[in-house]
C-alpha cells in the first residue's frame, strides 16, 4: 500500500518562511511527477508547484520567487520552501505523487494535508 505522509505545516507570521516535506512509502516501482496543491477555506484545490523526476519544475505565477521545490528521488522525498509568506498562502497543502505499482501502469496519490497558517 502506498503512502504519502507530510510534515512541516504550522503557523507563521507574514513575511516568515516554513518547509514541508512529504514521503512516499510502501511497495511501488517507481515516483513520477511530483507536486503541491492547496486548498484554502471555500475556494477549490490549486496547484503550487510540481516536479519531475528528471528535475523539471513547474510553479503557479502566485508563488514565483517565493517558493522552492525539490525532491531527493532516492528518498522519495519532495520539499515545498516557502519564503515570504502572506496571509492569502493560508490554506492545507497537500503532496500529490504520480506512482508506478506495476509497469506501465501509474496511479495519482494524496498526502492527508498539512495546514499552513500565515498571520498578518
Known amino acids: 500500500q502506498v503512502q504519502l505522509v507530510e510534515s512541516g505545516g504550522g503557523l507563521v507570521q507574514a513575511g516568515g518562511s516554513l518547509r514541508l516535506s512529504c514521503a512516499a512509502s510502501g511497495s511501488f516501482s517507481s515516483v513520477n511527477t511530483m507536486g503541491w496543491y492547496r486548498q484554502a477555506p471555500g475556494k477549490m484545490r490549486e496547484l503550487v508547484a510540481t516536479i519531475a523526476s528528471g528535475g523539471h519544475t513547474n510553479y503557479a505565477n502566485f508563488v514565483k520567487g517565493r517558493f522552492t521545490i525539490s525532491r531527493v528521488n532516492d528518498k522519495n522525498t519532495v520539499y515545498l520552501q516557502m519564503n515570504s509568506l502572506k496571509p492569502e498562502d493560508t490554506a492545507v497543502y497537500y503532496c500529490?505523487?504520480?506512482?508506478?505499482?506495476?509497469?506501465?501502469?501509474?496511479?495519482?496519490?494524496w498526502g492527508q494535508g498539512t495546514q499552513v497558517t500565515v498571520s498578518s
Open positions: 500529490n505523487a504520480a506512482i508506478i505499482i506495476y509497469r506501465p501502469y501509474e496511479s495519482s496519490y
